[in-house]
């Protein structure tokens, strides 16, 4: 069974947006929109997470925590940038504090436009993880029974 489609699991980090974002993904929890009930879970522990959302951009204080939450994801992780700030610094992408967006400090696979991102978007960026998470997941299917040993038919006699 195809557990990462049917109930993924998803961290949500605020790298420093000015919580515009933050509320459109708390949407997608309302009864209005409902992820829940398509199996998507929202986790407070990396280690059990599938999917990283984060909303606005990098700075000095967010950049160690954000490498942290990913470092401590299972692989294979899919890391969603939501918003145009966690796109790409945004509005904000010239302050003296701004590192820029997520991209600036671990690998993003997909990008949600918007300020703020709208709950639509941010649902297809899910579902477009998704398809990347198990994607990931049967390339390391493939490179891990490339590298297993070749099982030996005889045991050898001493
Ligand atoms: S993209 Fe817009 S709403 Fe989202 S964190 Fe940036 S400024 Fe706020």
Redesign the pocket.
């Known amino acids: 069974m195809n557990l990462f489609r049917k109930s993924p699991w998803i961290i949500h980090y605020d790298g420093a947006?000015?919580?515009?974002?933050?509320i459109?993904v708390l949407a997608c929890l309302t009864p209005r929109y409902d992820v829940e009930r398509l199996g998507i879970i929202n986790t407070g522990n990396p280690k059990h997470a599938d999917i990283l959302l984060i909303?606005?951009?990098i700075n000095e204080q967010s950049q160690p925590v954000v490498r942290t939450i990913y470092e401590q994801m299972p692989d294979p992780k899919v890391v969603v940038a939501?918003?145009?700030?966690?796109s790409s610094g945004?509005?904000?992408r010239d302050c003296y504090n701004t590192k820029g967006g997520v991209d600036s400090t671990i690998p993003v696979d997909i990008y949600v436009p918007?300020?703020?991102?709208r709950p639509e978007s941010i649902i297809d960026g899910v579902v477009q993880a998704l398809d990347l998470l198990e994607r990931k997941r049967k390339e390391m299917k493939t490179r891990r029974r490339a590298i297993a040993p070749t099982p030996t038919s005889e045991v050898p006699t001493p």
Do not use: K, Q
């Open positions: 947006s000015c919580n515009g974002c933050d459109e909303t606005g951009y939501v918003g145009i700030c966690a945004g509005i904000f918007g300020c703020a991102a």
